[in-house]
């Protein structure tokens, strides 16, 4: 996968199909990138938050793994502010708990929000329930590259429908949001 592959990959292609990439294929191309473009971010959740059946919950961070553009900032804790325009790579990831809860999704919306108000972009992701392996636990990824304005906003809402209240898991590496420059 080269960079130009992600490039292309928003909103504009409908949305269509995750691309195939690794977890160290990411972190190779986000590392190429970032030497030319310094401005990144990425944060986590320290602890589980529930959401209830039915509803689209924004998720709260409050852990800055590295932040090199001051993007989060704990008055606004589900989401990274951009400061300096350009094109951006985004991702999120979440594992649910309780796969056998029933219902027939666990979702994640990563989406570009404007200071105008409304959505710009973003990307969905809902899985099927009985897609994970056994014994593992629903995780869902989205990804995203856009060109943001100064003062546009990323963030990630959390829905599922499994007529109980579940848990986003924090002991399973996640939930994570990042963001890094890439022209």
């Not at 710009?120 to 943001?148: E, W």
Request: glycine share 12%; proline share 4%; charged share 15%.
């Amino acid at each position: 996968m080269s960079l130009s592959d992600l490039f292309f990959w928003s909103k504009a292609d409908n949305n269509t199909g995750l691309p195939n990439i690794t977890g160290s294929e990411l972190a190779a191309l986000i590392a190429a990138v970032g030497a030319g473009f310094p401005q990144r971010a990425r944060v986590t959740r320290s602890t589980n938050q529930t959401f209830n059946s039915g509803s689209a919950d924004r998720i709260d961070f409050d852990t800055v793994d590295f932040d090199t553009d001051k993007m989060w900032n704990a008055a606004n804790p589900e989401r990274l502010t951009i400061n300096t325009p350009g094109i951006y790579l985004a991702g999120c990831y979440a594992a649910w708990s309780n796969q056998n809860a029933g219902g027939n999704f666990r979702s994640l919306q990563l989406q570009v929000a404007g200071v105008s108000g409304g959505v710009i972009g973003r990307y969905f992701d809902a899985r099927p329930v009985g897609t994970f392996p056994l014994g593992t636990l629903p995780g869902t990824f989205a990804a995203l590259s856009f060109s943001i304005a100064q003062g546009d906003w990323i963030e990630v809402q959390a829905q599922q429908d499994s007529g109980v209240a579940l848990d986003i898991q924090s002991a399973t590496g996640g939930p994570v949001l990042w963001a890094q420059r890439v022209g």
